[in-house]
């Protein structure tokens, strides 16, 4: 598109400098102007370039621009002079855009896709968006408007936006509060927070995207600013939402729904999604501060073995180092890590250590004295190293934020990959500073060669750490896929890490914020997320323990964590009756590990969050907004953890359809309530009507053996529904060159039969040649099963109708 200029439009105003202005000689200046909220003012011009436009009011400017056909980016510059165009959350914010026009009326402005219209006020600088029928989905309250920071320069950057009376607010990370977040006020400020409470803010991540509900329309707000930002969702002015932010730019991000699943996939889009895990790091992991020597870490190992309990990591916490110094061995614990470690790996355990941003102040550290040689360490604002006491004691930080830091630090995990660890976590990574919380203001960082002091790069150190983490492993892992988990976040960190909710306590009300926060971590870009099961601090007792597992089984990562304070807690630490419980549900996860895989590459594929809420299933009933104990993990299994001590049942409600309860196999009718027995050894879990769940059989780790075949459970439905199933070699890239099978299998019944049909897609090849069908509520008598044209013979197994197939098959008719 043609680049246009409208006649009107100005260049920057320039300060004046008229001599009548200036007081000379020794006079002081006595006028000099306040600082005070300034607003935007009456449009007078605008200028066009491409899909971008950007409008002034003869002082400040603002830039209009289409994104995508469902995502417009919104920037505000005080005095036109725009910051560069860096984001470490979005790494490319040009995205294909089909179509966009631009309309000029008679008292606004209008930007268009062939999906959503930014209209531009011409009088007051008012923006809103609507949707193709005109219908206005989110606007401004007041014109956008900022104020000088005279100790920092730049400005404090504000955006008010219309509150709708019955409108509701998801999403902003991992807050530990209710699921919709109407009444609240919340700041993003990476945060070392031990023990945290309930709505305790705020807390280890930043993430500043919201989704806003309302009438049953979704629309999302990505404000990419990685200063201290806040919200506040109707919290003061019950007709206002607003967001601001101590420095930066103001920025954000419109996009479009109307559904929410909608939303959280076009804000993937620009921010991008996790990466495909291996499939081990979707097992059963149990770390602890911390597991030492190694003769303790054998007796773990030992202990998950001979009481057949699955398990695929240990974790070594920071008491494997020498002094707390990172990418060290304490050999007096660990004489030989590369022996332990191979020990472990023959009986089928990954080895997962942890690394903590500090580094030890010691000529005589290799890591110290590279890092000091090199200067990849932080600095203070008048030239000082930053220096702040940790684990190790006196400590300097690399900067992570600077490119050539992140290689080295990525080359330092070489030693580490060579005796064999297989994942890292980092922690500490807010970052966190024993006595002042965290760098002060003045320290400077290179911000990918963009400047800043720590007050813009903060929220994004963490990030930048396990960037540095992951993109060091995926160099040294000879073309396997790295596993990292992260305490510290900002927006886009997905793309690098699974994360944790962090120091969280063994009581019930955590266990049901653990509920609350991987939803919202979920519809917050961060779907590969878990808690530490059992509360980190504190005592569980037994049955709270098991209920966290049993939570934990349907969490996207599922890890077991405690401090060093507390009694050891094992899935066999609270008696026999409650082990054989415990056991049930891990060996639980392990045969859905097919299926969990599929929704994570449905994810990584195509941006589907893992954990959905009650409402983003079934958005338009208003009803469903204060639900938040059902979720569904994927769009085929839904479960409601129990939360509370002695409950033998609990009321779930299904969304509209059908479902199978899990245990019984009975048909419950969705769009109501049931009250559902919760007994210890089951939870409220359903099936969807007319799904086909892949099953493996029980394994004490992932690839503990070849399977022989895939069971499938298959959900009779009297409608069409479509399930997928994703394979490839499991821990490799290969997958990037369609090495991989991903299978749709459509199903549709009636009244007297019931049809499957596959079509597989991709290049790679199972090591099973058959499946094994479970046909589970089948209204009908069964009189013959045709596979591909050909009649084949039944049985019942396990109480089902069965039968086993060619794994290619294409046509499978039961009638």
Known sequence: MAETINKDAIEPIQEETLESGIQHVNNPVLDLPQIVKKYLQKITGYVQKGNSYVFTDGSAAVEVKVVSDEIIRVRLAPHSQFLDDFSYAVPNPDQHVALYAFQEEEDTYSVSTNTVTCVINKEDFLLSFQDREGRVINRDHTPMHWEENPDFGGYYVYCTKVAEEQEAFYGVGDKPTHLNLRGKRMTNWNSDTYSFSFDQDPLYRSIPFYIGLNKGEAYGIFFDNTFKTYFDFAAEKQDQTSFWSEGGELQYYYIHGPHMMDVVKRYHSITGTHYLPPLWALGFHQCRWSYYPESKVYEIANGFRSRNIPCDAIYLDIDYMDGYRCFTWNKHYFPNPKKMIKALSDQGFKTVVIIDPGIKVDDNYWVFKEGKENKYFCRRGDDYFMEGHVWPGRCQFPDFTNPETREWWGGLFKGLVDVGVAGVWNDMNEPAVFGRGTFPNDVRHNYDGYRGS??????????????????????????????????????????????????????????????????????????????????????????????????????????????????????????????????????????????????????????????????????????????????????????????????????????????????????????????????????????????????????????????????????????????????????????????????????????????????????????????????????????????????????????????????????????
């Open 454 to 815: 720590h007050r813009k790069a903060h929220n994004v150190y963490g990030m930048q750490m396990v960037r540095a983490t992951y993109e060091g492993l995926k160099k040294l892992n000879h073309g396997k896929r790295p596993f990292t988990i992260t305490r510290a976040a900002y927006a886009g960190t997905q793309r690098y890490s699974s994360v944790w909710t962090g120091d969280n306590v063994a009581t019930w009300e955590h266990l049901r914020l653990g509920v609350l926060q991987l939803q919202r971590l979920s519809v917050s870009g961060m779907s590969f997320c878990g808690t530490d099961i059992g509360g980190f601090s504190g005592e569980p007792d037994g049955e709270l323990f098991t209920r966290w597992i049993q939570f934990g089984v349907f969490s996207p990562f599922m890890r077991a964590h405690s401090a060093g304070d507390t009694r050891e807690r094992e899935p066999w630490s609270f008696g026999a009756d409650l082990e054989a419980i415990n056991r049930k549900f891990i060996e639980l996860r392990y045969q859905f590990l097919p299926y969990i895989y599929s929704v994570f590459w449905e994810h990584a594929q195509y941006g589907f969050p893992i954990l959905r809420p009650i409402t983003m299933l079934e958005q338009a009933v208003d009803t469903n907004i204060p639900r938040e104990e059902e979720f569904s993990f994927g769009d085929k299994v839904l479960t409601s953890p129990v939360v509370n001590p002695g409950q033998v049942s609990k009321k779930v409600y299904l969304p509209v359809g059908y479902w199978y309860h899990y245990w019984s196999n009975i048909v419950l009718k969705g769009g109501e309530e049931h009250e559902i027995a919760t007994p210890m050894d089951e939870i409220p879990l359903f099936i969807k009507a007319g799904a086909v769940i892949p099953e493996y059989p029980v394994m004490q780790y992932v690839d503990l053996r070849q399977v022989e075949f895939l069971k499938l459970r298959v959900y009779y439905a009297d409608v069409e529904v479509n399930s997928f199933i994703y394979e490839d070699h499991g821990d490799t890239f290969a997958y990037e060159q369609e090495i991989y099978l991903e299978k749709k299998i459509v199903l549709k019944g009636d009244k007297n039969s019931l049809t499957l049909n596959q079509t597989i897609d991709g290049l790679f090849t199972e090591r099973y040649e058959t499946y094994k069908l479970n046909f589970i509520g089948l209204p009908f008598k069964i009189n013959r099963i045709l596979v591909d044209n050909r009649i084949v013979e039944w049985k019942e197994e396990e109480g089902f109708p069965t039968i086993q197939v060619d794994k290619d098959f294409r046509n499978i008719i039961v009638e």
